[in-house]
């Protein structure tokens, strides 16, 4: 110990003129538990980030082991042995554990991954960390808590140097948060260092070595732990000054406006009861996830509770929506302005517009000379800094674009008005502005429900306080309470054995629609029981049993179906669409969409063709030559895509019909024919076991892509990207190759697809292609893959195209034309959707049961 | 002062200033390159093939101001033609009478995609793509892929090949809708929310917008407006085909971001869009007078939709 591992040197960074961290100075030593403490804003997350990479400092020098680091991304972090777990999961939420922590870093053996050693290193640190986490489950199907441990275990698997905790157990529980500080010590006995970030004081004189105060951005203190107690720490956070200086004038207290009583959302508040007068300013507060948003947004319509009332005035509403607050006086000004607050590319006059627009309106049209006028008014009234309320949002500072939305609101004429933290990210000036408005409004009679992410506003502001902590009111304190006796109450250790998962924030998060059930049965099946379950929970016996079916029902019906020849024909249709199927599996994996397969099959034919018969050119460099084209349309949607940032849906819309341009122009719109006999376009007429080549070429391709799909990199990346594309670039994935890529194969698969084609038909004809794209993303949706990405099943496309080629045929077979089969595609394609959805939407409501019952 | 004048130059009126000077441009090209282009018969010829655009471009401009897209628009527009075909011809009733029910039909097509997009939380633009399939396939279906034909006498057909100063009636009720839908665009409560909804979903919520109450309508809007097209088609034509329809979903869509609708939602001109689909006509017509084969068209058209986006996404870059 004693040498420093990590050394600040002045390090600064600014956000827009915002100092984030100034000139913070100081050292980590090697293997300790180095604590930073500090408010909220106090710039302890962004120095963290910048530790981490995610952003780069503008001034001073950081040294890891005396050399010098300015990491560009958090790659490279990682690669100097920089490991930050942050305080928004960012999980892939689709894949099992092992695939989540060696995301970006996948162990390989000769190019291919080594999935025994992965799953086994897997294993091993979550069985070190003494954790039962099922490894095949998709973590978006565990618990916070859970999936808290595989971002934990994803930093460890990197022999990380230096670990950073960003507020890492305000997702765990008393259990959990107790192993968490056994591995603690554990790591540091390893020589790991830990940066650690909490708000929770006794946890933090738990396991610390030492702490570092911030303030403002700035650096204050470090202190060991040894030699200082909570009370000093609070008192260095805080500083000497206070930074809020305001008092309110006395405001005439009228009658109660709004009541809540015994109101509970399971999960997240039970049992909040609380009131407010005319002129009175209620302020809430806790930590994050303490459940008081909760609260406003129950208030305001956006959730529901279970139990409980709200009154207003003596009268008794139910706030379905946020249209029933408002009708019922009630305005609420969201703390987000740029994603619940305002419309940043309107101007002033129509956003503060948007909240009058039904009560202005009258027969349902806007009543614009009324609403510029109000809008002038509250602009006027508020002091906004601008041209002309035809001022768009973005040419306003944060402070002015505050009072918009507040003038949006105050425009409403509400009478209980709730200001979620409306100061943040402004200036001190306009800040002073709006607690001069606050004031004022209060003496007009407003009641207000305040929160903030600054405890001295609230005591300057609130006349009552009510404190939250874990989904409770614990208790409320008077206008003048100290700053000091409010973080004891939220942040202090009492009570803290209470109520297990309250800190369930996320909601709806989707599983993969593999439909393992949760296995939470007592009893443990024989091996084989369990391999024949795993088997049978398989999305893919389902579509196989279907295809199985119509299959048999086709042969009983059809005296005809099953014979030689239409099984020779269904093969090799089958054989053909399956490899633009195979090819969208890839793509939808990655979340994108290729509607062009079709008519780059029918551009690559007609070109083939062209240069066999005009060119005179060997048929097998001509093959070579129509693979290559079809590669190059790939890439060029990828290109598209990636350079204007566009869904690949939109682009190859018009890549589409460009390719059909494309292949009109190559054949003239006539069919190409007179191809020369022999090489490679007696393919289809060359029988192996009675079965033709094309339909083993299509099979053998299919075995290549499952090899490739299962055990390379690439196709590891694509599923991860598919599922969190942020995610993925955090840990280093390159994404925007990975699109082109993804794009380009499918472009190959479906040149090769034209070359079997080309020897089955042995001419190029205008028309074949046209619907191609639609059968091969029916196939791929009914099989199993996610339009969307993050999951999907090559299998599942496999029989997914044998269900579709064989009900084609079948149709063709009793008498329906082509009509059916459109119809056929669009109506399987929507119910595979829907079925999906309702297999993802069901283990979460079975969660919130669980909790349920948990509490 | 003159600067600030050209400063305060809103977006919209830029983008209808670069839209009509690219008309412009293609014009002079195409009148100096055709000797046919500049003439009274191919530009009355021009309005009325612009008639269906029009009104399909039109239903898209709501879509697109929610921030969807809906690829389905030109196969509800030929299910519906080819419904009011039919029912005209087995019926034997005028076809005045089934001409509402080509809009309802529209109309439900369109509401139905909306539910399902709504209820399955999935961009409209992927379930529409199922839905066309759908659509054409029930089209297919019900004309066993022939073209419908044979419909007899009626006013209604009188009216739609009928002019009135020279210019085809259906022009006329093109027109008025456009004209009708731009007013409603900039006054109306409703389109209002639905700007709200694309330019910030969320934040409109916490307005009070019924989001999903809203798209629905919207989805049913553009199934009208389609159902609106398929009826003056019908009119003009007198016969169906199972095969119309097919592309119109992207050039209703090209002219909506021409016009400047933005694909991220929030931003939409009715006027803007009429220009839009004026400018890719006259590009279709001047290219068919110059002789280029249907390939070149095709080609054309996929590239004025990667084209029109891309710059889109170039520009607000710049400004954003």
Redesign the interface.
């Known amino acids: 110990m004693g040498d420093k591992i990590l050394e600040m040197r002045n390090v600064c960074k600014s956000f827009h003129q915002v100092r984030a961290v100034r000139n913070v100075s100081f050292s980590i030593k090697r293997g300790e538990v180095h604590a930073i403490c500090g408010e909220n804003g106090a710039g302890k997350s962004t120095l963290m980030n910048l530790i981490a990479g995610v952003y780069r400092y503008d001034e001073g020098e950081m040294l890891i082991d005396g050399e010098s680091y300015r990491p560009k991304d958090p790659a490279e972090a990682r690669g100097r042995g920089v490991n930050i777990v942050f305080q928004e999961l960012s999980l892939f939420s689709l894949q099992t554990a092992d695939k989540n922590i060696f995301a970006g870093k996948e162990i390989t053996k000769a190019g291919l991954l080594a999935h025994r050693e992965m799953k086994e290193k897997t294993a091993r640190t979550l069985q070190e960390m003494e954790l039962a986490i099922d490894g095949d489950k998709p973590v978006a199907q565990l618990t916070i808590g859970q999936r808290q441990w595989i971002e934990i275990a994803r930093a460890l698997a990197d022999e990380a140097k230096i670990l950073i905790l960003d507020e890492p157990n305000s997702a765990l529980n008393m259990y959990e948060t107790e192993i968490l500080f056994g591995l603690i010590e554990e790591l540091t006995v390893k020589g790991i260092t830990i940066i650690y970030i909490s708000h929770r004081m006794d946890e933090v004189f738990r396991i610390a070595d030492r702490i570092t105060v911030m303030r403002d951005g700035s650096y204050i203190k470090t202190l060991e732990v040894k030699e200082t107690s909570v009370d000093e720490i609070i008192a260095l956070m805080l500083g000497k000054e206070t930074k809020c200086v305001f008092t309110r004038s006395a405001s005439e207290k009228g009658q109660v406006v709004a009541e809540g009583k015994n109101i509970t959302v399971s999960g997240k508040i039970e049992d909040i009861s609380f009131c407010v007068r005319q002129g009175e300013v209620l302020g809430l507060c806790g930590l994050a996830g303490s459940g008081y948003e909760t609260l406003l947004q129950v208030l ?1 319509g ?1 959730v529901r509770m279970e139990s409980g009332e709200i009154v207003m005035e003596g009268e008794r509403i139910e706030n379905r ?3 029933d ?2 009708r019922h006086h009630i305005a ?1 000004v ?1 703390s987000d302005r740029r ?8 101007s002033i006059e ?1 956003n503060i ?3 009058l ?2 009560i202005t ?1 009258r027969r ?3 009543h ?1 000379k009324e609403n510029r006028k109000i809008a002038e008014e509250y602009v006027r009234g508020l002091n906004v800094v601008c041209k002309s309320v035809e001022d768009s949002m ?1 040419e306003l500072s944060g402070g002015n674009q505050q009072k918009v939305l507040l003038a ?1 609101w105050l425009a409403t004429k509400p009478k209980l008005l709730i200001l979620d933290d409306p100061t943040r990210g402004i200036d001190v000036g306009a800040k002073q502005e709006i607690y001069q408005l606050i004031d004022k409004l209060t003496r007009q009679g407003f009641a207000v429900i305040l929160t903030s992410s600054e405890i001295d506003e609230l005591t300057a502001l609130s006349d009552r306080i009510m404190l939250f902590k874990k989904g409770r009111h614990i208790e409320t304190v008077q206008a003048g309470a100290s700053k000091g006796e409010i973080l004891k109450y939220i942040a202090g250790n009492e009570g803290e054995a209470q109520a297990r998962g309250i800190n369930i924030q996320e909601e709806g998060e989707k599983a993969c629609a593999g439909g393992e059930g949760r296995s939470g049965a007592g009893h443990e099946p024989g091996r084989w029981g369990k391999r024949v379950k795993a088997v049978f929970k398989k999305k893919e016996i389902g579509v196989l049993i279907a295809a199985v079916i119509v299959f048999l029902g086709f042969s009983m019906m059809v005296p005809s179906f099953l014979s030689g020849q239409n099984v020779a024909v269904i093969l090799k249709q089958m054989s053909i669409l399956g490899l633009l199927t195979y090819g969208m599996t890839f793509v939808f994996c990655a979340g994108e ?1 290729d ?1 062009s397969v079709g008519m780059v099959l029918n551009a690559t034919m007609a070109f083939m063709a062209l240069l066999m018969t005009k060119g005179d050119m060997n048929p097998w460099l001509a093959v070579a030559a129509g693979l290559l084209l079809a590669t190059v349309l790939g890439v060029i949607n990828g290109l ?1 895509a990636v ?4 869904s690949t ?3 190859t ?13 190559l054949n ?2 006539r069919t190409i024919s007179g191809l020369p006999e022999g090489s490679f376009l007696i393919m289809a007429r060359v029988k192996i076991f009675g079965i033709s080549l094309i339909a083993w070429i299509s099979l053998a391709v299919f075995f290549l892509l499952l090899f490739i799909f299962k055990n390379t990199k690439f196709s590891r990346h694509l599923l991860l990207m598919g599922d969190n594309g942020q995610a993925a670039g955090k840990m280093g994935i390159k994404t925007n190759l990975l699109r082109i890529g993804v794009m380009a194969l499918s472009g190959f698969l479906s040149g090769l697809g034209a070359v079997l084609t080309l020897s089955n038909l042995t001419s190029a004809d205008t028309t074949t292609g046209a619907d191609y794209a ?1 059968s091969a ?1 029916g196939a791929a949706v009914i099989g199993g893959t996610k ?2 990405g993050g999951c999907g099943s090559m299998w599942g496309s496999l029989i997914g195209i044998a269900l579709v080629t064989v009900i084609q045929n079948g149709l063709v077979f009793l008498g ?12 399987t ?2 119910a595979a ?2 079925i999906d ?1 309702a297999v993802e939407r069901r283990p979460v409501k079975k969660e919130k049961q669980l909790l349920n019952l948990q509490q | 002062m003159r600067y600030i004048r050209i400063r305060k130059l809103k977006k919209e009126e830029k983008n209808g200033i670069m839209v009509l000077a690219g008309i412009l441009a293609v014009s002079i090209l195409f009148s100096c390159t055709t000797a046919t282009f500049a003439t009274g018969a191919n530009f009355l010829r021009l309005l009325r093939q612009m008639v269906i655009m029009i009104i399909i471009a039109t239903g898209m401009t709501f879509v697109v101001s929610t921030g969807e ?1 809906d ?1 389905s628009v030109g196969a509800i527009y030929n299910l519906a033609v080819n419904v009011m075909a039919l029912l005209t011809l087995h019926t034997g009733l005028s076809p005045w009478l089934w001409a509402p029910v080509g809009i309802l039909i529209g109309a439900a097509c369109g509401g139905m995609n909306g539910v ?1 997009s709504t209820s ?3 961009p409209a ?3 529409t ?17 022939y073209s419908v034909g044979n419909l007899g006498k009626s006013t209604f057909f009188d009216f739609g090949t009928g002019a009135f100063l020279g210019v085809n009636n259906t022009v006329y009720v093109a027109l008025f809708v456009v004209a009708v839908s731009a007013w409603w665009m ?5 389109c ?2 639905f700007l ?1 909804i694309g ?2 979903a ?9 989001v999903k109450g809203r798209k629905i309508q919207n989805e049913v809007l553009m199934g009208g407006f389609a159902g609106l097209a398929a009826v003056l088609s019908l009119a003009f034509m007198a016969s169906a085909t ?1 095969e119309g329809g097919s ?1 119109y979903e ?1 050039l209703a ?1 090209t002219a909506v971001v021409a016009g400047g609708g933005s ?1 991220e939602g ?2 939409a001109s009715v006027w803007g869009t009429l220009g839009g689909i004026a400018l890719i006509m006259i590009i279709k017509n001047g290219l068919m007078l110059m002789g280029m ?14 084209f029109a ?2 710059m889109q ?2 520009m607000h870059k710049r400004t ?1």
């Open positions: 305001f956006l929506t946020p249209l607050a408002m609420m969201p994603d619940t607050g305002l419309m940043t590319e309107w129509k517009a948007q909240s627009l039904r309106s349902g049209l806007i614009r973005v949006k969409v509607l598209l350079a204007f940032s566009l849906i939109v682009v819309l018009g890549t589409m019909s460009i390719y059909r341009g494309l292949s009109l122009l003239g719109g639609m993303i339009m969307g329906m034309q082509s009509g059916w089969r459109s119809l056929f595609i669009g109506v394609m929507i959707i829907f959805t | 897209m690829i399902i399955l939380g999935l633009i992927i379930i793509l199922g839905t066309s399939y759908v659509y054409r396939g029930a089209t297919f279906v019900l004309t066993g892929g900039k006054r109306s409560v409703v209002r929310e709200a330019s910030n969320n934040a409109s919520r916490y307005t009070g917008v019924p199972s592309g992207m869509i694909t929030g931003s084969s249907t390939a070149y068209q095709e080609a054309t058209e996929g590239f004025l939709l990667v986006i891309a996404r170039l954003g």
